[in-house]
């Protein structure tokens, strides 16, 4: 057996590529005095080459289709969510590195953590093993913990780091296990071979259990219900450029992955899992809208409602469709760029030790930062779901997925729960626009950032206008 | 009962034991010492089971270098008895309790349907995939890819242990 | 054991016993993924255990770095005393 | 001008780009923009009306690309008798909402502007859409800018009307985008089909949806509708609106956005699903019957002259639903015109509401009385506007209520002249409580000193009220200008109809390529 060939080095080069840059930014952040700043430049830079190699293996005919063993698989599913993660995590770093100057708290090691997390779902996004999917979220999720206690003088950051890495390793637990058995069942882990044998296994329990633990592990890496427990203390208590990070890169990883796992099991329609799904897809849905009702801090708001949006996607994975799936990446980007967005915007008006990110801070801001206040007031339209902003054309692509595969009922929720959202994104419009604002000292906004969060926002337009720029690339992966 | 079987029963009842140890003692440093004993009748079930390299590693890591760092930090943060289990025996510990056992009874239940009744027969090849040079020959063929990409892993381990458990900020 | 390991987590209050169980539940799967390997004939579960031992050595280190640094915040370890723990 | 619709569709929009690089201490050159945008949007709206032709049933100046070509979404959009008139409606109440504004808003400018634009937009995107996720999105997105308006510029309970506005809509058309989404997939279901939104394709084969679901997807669409209308009992959320937001957005709110839900009626409910709108007709009617009797009942007891007129909307729509119901041609032909109609006059009344507010800064009825001395000119234009809106022949009003009441006396569909009795009696109620308004605050003594002072109307509002009193007079006199333009689509609809109730439909079963 070979161990690898020149093709399948071309293949992954988005991962060596980032992993050499990373490598690069860690001696440069040991070895450079000033050497924060170095990192960022080198992280940039090692980001960019990445998309560029993930350009270029998205639809290129001499690569192979799987590398190292089918270990990885190669080109469009693959290259479409690398470009994702890194275009959110060079998003996410241009918001933190004024944010974290901003709270003296600008070390080159928080570039680092970033690239291996990037690392972590690349891998994630790629993987075609269940060994390589658990190595993907093990290297997204220690660097996620460590982020998480990143303030590691402030009480908060360390609690919802603690709490995060508890309950996110009792996950892995329970994830490990579901592999086990499901190794245990069909004698491997590749879901190529996985999927040959489902139907010897189909009565199994011991093999459905194990998709069920599988489940409780992802369920918890895109924090559905009932495994959410952690979502709105970690996002509140996370550094805000680390929650804006988590919220995206670790949601969009986990559900790349989610979306190539549970392929296997729902192509063979299996009623049971439906069911299952469709049960957390619900629950999410109910519980993220309801409590997202009575928050009055922002991140914490924005944390239920990563909930409820996970719950969304989840019904794109119910239905089994592609039409599902293209649904739910289309989904991802427009969640991710909705969301980086709200949390750059919130990382530029947060004060000292995490003040000001209340509701009524943002009164009157309509006047005082009309620009700032137009973009988060996209943003929540957006999360609503109102068109022509993006997050609609991804409902509609999940809502018709749910009805065409006979789950109208979840579609209904769906929409009521959207309704229920309404009122508190709302809530954050009517605090921006209708009310006289209490606080009138002049905000500065770091150019960076604020550039950032434009292009966030013409982004969410732009593919809210025209979906087909997304869908035309996804025909071919899905 | 042949002598391998004894030996794997014996193991088998020591580890369940100790596991249940470790839950109820009050002073954390004993549940590392359970947990240890744990760890150590795990690695022998690896050798009744011919993995041999697998079982020294296991002892190694899990005994030598993790636990030794749990104790190393239960002595560091000189912490006392946990208080009693009795004091917060409240809903919610029953409920753990319950969902537990449920747990377990249902492990039990679906054990009894599963297709794995039919492993009562150890694969001939068994014997020979336990080795180091079997091991070493497929680690870096099949999965050299994991194999590399864990080098990451620990590499954000270490930044992030450095960096977190730094005292001061320097800036 | 991997119940015993859940319970662990479920009941206890000390965040390194918490901990310890977790990691109680990975060696339970090690040695499921050790027996089915060796029932099977198939290396892959043997290979999985390594990866998962440098898993369980990765998260152990960051593990009690979180809780150091914890400690110098908040001087305990208990998670009932950490208020915003509320799970 | 092949791409006529698409240039007076999105002509505001390069009024709003415009804006964008103009400073906004800058007000009266943003004033001048929005009002030229909306006038050259006017102009290109006549282009298609002169262009129009009115015995051609079919869609025209159509226009398709295709835009999500997985679950076949086009831009797809064209007009037809049903449509044009409301078309040339918002183009035309646009710029004199504008202008009316002048100088009542001086907050927020450029963002009042921008808005206003927007919304014409999102208005005229609603009427053209031949394509239903089209339609729906230019119908949600709509909601943005009215929200702003309402939620910025309106009066003291404004963000709680703002919000009722926003989660009302919101209530009803998102059970209309599932109902939207199982129609595409109902399209996929059949031999050959695919998942589609095209509206004429789905015209084909709609009727054939089995009567179970076709109700559920009747009520979907209907909730949706109804709520924008509003009927009875789904209308708390008109008076609310229309109180709190300016001048300029209760123009718009009561001159276009409650023709949206009444359109809707007439463009999805009916030709979609027909074997449930029979089932449905009593039901609806009886909302609208009652919809009118008790909006002419409440607004009799306001001491509010806005809401009075808001709650004169209610019993007007009414009319309207209760015309579109009796599917017969004078009634749908009333239907339509008395949209229209319904536009021009409660939209002139909310204009000469808000110019007596912003000179006297309460709307009570008891504040006045007397006007007719002091500002005659106001006065009398008052006076045309309200005949128009209680029906006085010769004027607007008269015809399309004459029609909806004729055409639900003899429609068959109703089966009963019931309905038209107790309408009737709307009419008549209207003109108590319209002349007895006017009465209190037009004539008899002037009863409080401030009025004295007041000021009769200056030339730029006369300049705003003339052209829909010119039209009020003009549909009065000679409707058959405006009913031509609309009879055949209106024909059709309602031949299509009676060939449902008559089994003689027959839905095609394989989906148009």
């Known amino acids: 057996m070979d161990s690898f060939s020149t093709s399948e080095l071309l293949a992954t080069s988005p991962i060596l590529m980032l992993s050499l840059f990373s490598l690069i930014a860690m001696l440069a952040n040991a070895l450079l005095k000033n050497s924060a700043k170095a990192v960022f430049g080198v992280s940039v830079v090692g980001i960019i080459a990445s998309v560029i190699c993930s350009i270029y293996t998205f639809d290129e005919p001499s690569l192979p289709q799987t590398a190292f063993s089918d270990m990885l698989l190669i080109g469009g599913y693959a290259s479409f969510f690398s470009v994702l993660f890194l275009m959110i995590a060079l998003f996410s770093i241009c918001i933190a590195k004024p944010y974290l100057e901003k709270e003296q708290y600008h070390f080159g090691e928080y570039y680092v953590l970033i690239l291996i997390a990037t690392i972590g779902m690349l891998v994630l996004g790629s993987a075609a093993d269940l060994i390589s999917i658990f190595l993907g979220i093990e290297i997204m999720s220690v660097s996620f913990y460590v982020l998480a206690g990143y303030y590691r003088s402030k009480n908060s950051s360390s609690e919802s780091a603690l709490k995060y890495f508890l309950l996110g390793a009792f996950a892995t637990g329970f994830l490990l296990y579901g592999i086990a058995l499901i190794y245990g069942t069909t004698g491997t882990t590749n879901l190529l071979r996985i999927v040959t044998m489902y139907p010897q296994v189909f009565f199994d329990p011991l093999h459905l259990i194990g998709w069920g633990l599988i489940l409780i592990g992802f369920a918890f890496k895109v924090a559905a219900v009932p495994f959410h427990m952690w979502v709105p203390d970690v996002y509140e208590g996370a550094p805000t450029s680390v929650t804006a990070f988590m919220s995206t890169g670790g949601k969009a990883a986990a559900f790349a992955s989610f979306i190539i796992t549970f392929s296997v099991p729902m192509s063979m329609h299996d009623e049971r899992l439906t069911m299952v799904l469709a049960v957390l897809a619900a629950g999410s849905m109910i519980i993220g809208n309801w409590f997202g009702l009575s928050q009055t801090n922002l991140k914490r708001m924005l944390a239920y409602s990563s909930i409820a949006h996970a719950g969304y996607m989840i019904i794109g994975i119910a239905s089994g469709l592609p039409l599902g799936q293209q649904g739910i990446a289309f989904y991802l980007v427009a969640y991710a760029l909705t969301n980086l967005g709200a949390f750059g915007i919130i990382s530029m008006l947060e004060g000292e030790n995490g003040s000001n990110v209340n509701y009524e801070y943002y009164a009157g801001l309509g006047k005082r930062k009309p620009g700032l206040a137009a973009l988060l007031a996209m943003f929540m339209f957006s999360l609503t779901g109102i068109p022509p902003f993006a997050g609609f054309i991804g409902k509609y692509y999940l809502f018709a997925s749910a009805v065409q595969s006979k789950l109208t009922w979840l579609a209904i929720l769906g929409v009521i729960t959207s309704l229920f959202s309404t009122y508190y994104y709302l809530r954050v419009i009517v605090f921006m626009y209708f009310r006289e604002a209490m606080d009138n000292t002049e905000i500065v906004l770091p150019r960076l950032a604020f550039v950032t969060v434009i292009l966030c926002g013409i982004g969410i337009v732009l593919f809210g206008v025209f979906p087909s720029l997304i869908f035309d690339l996804m025909k071919s992966i899905f | 009962m042949t002598f391998e079987q004894g030996v794997f029963y014996f193991l088998a009842i020591v580890t369940v034991v100790s596991a249940v140890m470790m839950l109820l003692q009050r002073n954390p440093v004993n549940s590392a010492l359970y947990l240890i004993l744990n760890f150590f009748c795990l690695g022998g079930l690896y050798l009744t089971l011919n993995a041999q390299f697998i079982a020294m590693v296991h002892i190694m890591v899990y005994a030598g270098a993790i636990m030794v760092l749990f104790l190393f930090v239960i002595m560091l943060l000189n912490l006392g008895d946990d208080k009693s289990l009795r004091q917060h025996l409240g809903l919610r510990m029953y409920l753990g309790i319950a969902f537990s056992v449920g747990l377990f009874l249902e492990l039990l239940y679906i054990l009894g349907f599963s297709s794995a009744n039919n492993y009562t027969q150890q694969s001939p090849t068994a014997v020979e995939m336990g080795t180091v040079e079997y091991i070493g020959k497929i680690l870096f063929t099949k999965f050299l890819f994991p194999f590399e990409i864990t080098s990451f892993l620990l590499l954000a381990a270490i930044i992030g242990a450095v960096m977190l458990a730094k005292k001061k900020i320097i800036q | ?87 | 001008m092949n791409n006529i619709l698409t240039y007076t569709l999105f002509s505001p929009l390069v009024g709003i780009l415009l804006l964008l690089f103009i400073n906004k201490e800058k007000q009266s050159l943003i004033k001048y923009i929005g009002a030229g945008t909306s006038i050259v949007t006017f102009v290109l709206s006549l282009f298609v009306y002169f262009g129009f032709d009115a015995a051609n049933t079919q869609m025209q100046f159509v226009e398709q690309y295709p835009w999500i070509t997985g679950l076949d979404i086009s831009y797809f959009v064209g007009v037809d008798g049903l449509s044009i008139l409301l078309i040339v409606l918002t183009t035309f109440l646009t710029p004199i909402a504008l202008i009316a504004s002048w100088d009542s808003i001086k907050d927020r400018i450029k963002e009042y502007v921008s808005f206003m634009l927007l919304l014409e937009v999102g208005m005229l995107g609603v009427f053209l859409s031949i394509d239903l996720f089209l339609f729906y999105v230019f119908w949600e997105a709509m909601l943005i800018p009215m929200y702003f308006i309402i939620g910025i510029w309106g009066g003291k309970e404004r963000i709680y009307a703002a919000v009722k506005f926003f989660i009302y809509t919101m209530a009803g058309s998102l059970l209309m985008l599932i109902a939207i989404l199982w129609l595409g997939y109902y399209a996929s279901t059949l031999p050959g089909g695919y998942f589609t939104t095209n509206l004429l394709k789905l015209y084909a084969i709609a009727p054939s949806i089995p009567m179970g679901i076709q109700v559920w997807m009747f009520l979907a669409f209907t909730l949706s509708f109804a709520i924008k209308v509003p009927l009875f009992p789904l209308h708390t959320w008109l008076p609310d609106a229309h109180v709190q937001a300016p001048t300029a957005g209760s123009v718009i709110l009561a001159g276009v956005l409650l023709k949206m839900g009444t359109y809707g009626l007439l463009r999805f409910c009916l030709p979609l699903f027909p074997l449930a709108s029979f089932q449905f007709t009593p039901l609806l009617a009886t909302l609208s019957v009652i919809g009118i009797v008790y909006g002419a009942l409440v607004a009799m007891v306001q001491t509010d002259v806005k809401k009075l007129v808001a709650y004169s909307s209610v019993s007007h729509l009414g009319f309207v639903v209760l015309g579109i119901f009796s599917m017969t041609e004078e009634g749908v032909q009333g239907a339509v015109i008395q949209m229209i109609n319904h536009g021009l006059s409660t939209g002139a009344l909310f204009l000469l509401v808000g110019m007596i507010y912003d000179r006297r800064h309460t709307r009570e009825i008891s504040q006045f009385g007397g006007l007719a001395k002091v500002m005659p000119v106001f006065s009398t234009l008052f006076m045309i506007v309200t005949f128009s809106s209680i029906g006085l022949p010769g004027l607007n009003g008269f015809v399309g209520e004459f029609l909806i009441l004729l055409g639900s006396f003899n429609s068959l569909f109703l089966g009963s002249y019931v309905y038209a009795a107790i309408a009737a009696t709307g009419v008549i109620f209207s003109a108590v409580y319209m002349l007895w308004m006017c009465q209190r605050v037009f004539f008899g003594k002037i009863t409080h000193e401030e009025n004295r002072s007041l000021l009769d109307l200056t030339k730029h509002e006369i300049a705003v009220m003339l052209p829909i009193i010119l039209f009020i007079v003009w549909i009065g006199v000679y409707p058959s200008t405006f009913l031509k333009s609309s009879a055949a689509s209106t024909k059709q609809v309602v031949t299509q109809m009676q060939n449902a109730k008559s089994g003689n439909l027959t839905p095609a079963s394989v989906i148009v390529k």
């Open chain 3, 1 to 87: 054991m991997f119940c015993c390991g859940v319970l662990g987590v479920v009941v206890r209050r000390n965040a390194i016993v918490i901990f310890m169980s977790i990691e109680l539940m990975l060696n339970a799967v090690n040695l499921s993924l050790v027996a089915f390997s060796s029932f099977l004939g198939d290396s892959t579960g043997q290979m999985l255990v390594f990866f998962v031992m440098v898993v369980a050595a990765a998260e152990a280190a960051i593990g009690l770095a979180i809780i150091i640094a914890l400690f110098r915040n908040k001087q305990t370890v208990y998670v009932d005393e950490i208020n915003i723990l509320k799970w």
